[in-house]
C-alpha cells in the first residue's frame, strides 16, 4: 500500500460539503436542507452553480450565510466539483450530487469511522436507491465492497460521488477529477484511487440516491467510451502491479470490443476501427 504524508494536526478538521449543481432548481434545496440538518459540526457547505439558466440562483439565495457559492460559466460537472475542493478549507471533502440526499447522520457515521481507522483516507456509506420515486433494490453486481477493490472496479462503478468522504491529502496525492471527461469523471478518479489506496464501505445506508430523470449523465448513451478513456489513461501510468495491468488489459479489451460491435452496427465504422486497434495496442 502506498503511504502520504499525514496532514498536520492544525489543517482545519471541518468537513467541507462540495455540491455541484446546473439547472436542478427541484432539486437543490432538498438537497441542502439534507446537508444543513447534518449532526456535526463545523460543516462547510460550497454549491458551485454551474451556469445554471432556470431559478437555481434564486433558490441559493434564500440560504444566504449558511453556504458558499461559487457560480461559473457551464463547465460541466467535474470543474465544477474541482472549483469547489480547490476553495475548499476542511481536511475532509464529502461530495454530494444535487439529485441526491443524506440522511441526517451520514457525516457523523463516516468521521467515526476516520476515528477508528485514522489510516483510512476515503470511505463511503451504502445507498437507498430511488427510481422514479419508488424504492428499488441494487443488482448483487452493485454490491459496495470494501478495501482494495481496483478489479472490481475496472468492469463497474462501484464508488459513488454523493456516498463518499475523502481526506484532503489523498486528492492531494492523486489529483482532481477530469475535467477533459464530460461523463465517467468519477470512475476515472476512483481507479486512480483504488489502484493504490483500500476504499472503504460502512456497514450502514445513509444516502439516498434518486435516479430515474432526463438529465442524468448516467443514462447518456455510449458511455464506455469514457470508461474505455480512463483504463486507457491508467495504462499509461506506472501506478499499476502486474496483476492489476493484466486484468485492466482484459477489461479494455471486453468493453472495446462490444463498444466497437456497436458502432459496426450503426455504421460507423471508423469509430469502430479505432477501438479495435486499441485492442491491438495492449495486446
Not at 45 to 52: K, L, P
Not at 153 to 168: D, E, G
Not at 190 to 210: A, D, F, G, M, N
Amino acid at each position: 500500500m502506498n503511504t502520504i504524508e499525514k496532514t498536520p494536526e492544525k489543517i482545519n478538521e471541518t468537513v467541507s460539503v462540495i455540491i455541484p449543481t446546473y439547472n436542478r432548481a427541484n432539486w437543490i434545496c432538498e438537497a441542502l436542507d439534507s446537508v444543513l440538518s447534518q449532526t456535526v459540526s463545523p460543516l462547510e457547505t460550497i454549491v458551485i452553480d454551474d451556469g445554471s439558466n432556470d431559478d437555481t440562483p434564486e433558490r441559493l439565495r434564500h440560504y444566504e450565510n449558511r453556504i458558499t457559492v461559487l457560480t461559473q460559466t457551464n463547465k460541466g460537472v467535474s470543474a465544477a466539483r474541482n472549483a469547489g475542493i480547490k476553495v475548499a478549507r476542511g481536511r475532509y471533502v464529502a461530495l454530494l450530487d444535487s439529485d441526491d440526499l443524506w440522511e441526517k447522520d451520514k457525516l457523523a457515521c463516516q468521521l467515526d469511522f476516520f476515528r477508528k481507522n485514522p489510516d483510512a483516507l476515503i470511505c463511503q456509506t451504502g445507498e437507498i436507491w430511488i427510481r422514479h420515486g419508488k424504492r428499488v433494490n441494487p443488482m448483487s453486481k452493485h454490491k459496495k465492497l470494501s478495501g482494495m477493490i481496483f478489479e472490481p472496479s475496472l468492469k463497474l462503478c462501484l464508488v459513488s460521488p454523493s456516498a463518499v468522504m475523502i481526506k484532503r491529502e489523498l486528492l492531494d496525492s492523486v489529483g482532481l477529477f477530469d475535467e477533459s471527461l464530460p461523463a465517467c469523471e468519477d470512475y476515472d478518479l476512483w481507479l486512480r484511487i483504488s489502484c493504490r489506496y483500500p476504499i472503504y464501505t460502512t456497514e450502514t445506508s445513509h444516502v439516498v440516491k434518486r435516479g430515474g430523470h432526463d438529465d442524468q449523465l448516467s443514462r447518456a448513451p455510449g458511455l464506455d467510451r469514457f470508461r474505455i478513456r480512463a483504463i486507457e489513461k491508467i495504462l499509461g501510468t506506472d501506478t499499476l502491479t502486474p496483476e492489476q495491468r493484466l486484468e485492466a488489459i482484459l477489461v479494455l479489451t471486453e468493453k472495446c470490443r462490444i463498444y466497437a460491435e456497436g458502432c459496426r452496427k450503426r455504421g460507423r465504422f471508423d469509430e469502430a476501427d479505432y477501438y479495435n486497434r486499441l485492442i491491438d495496442d495492449f495486446t
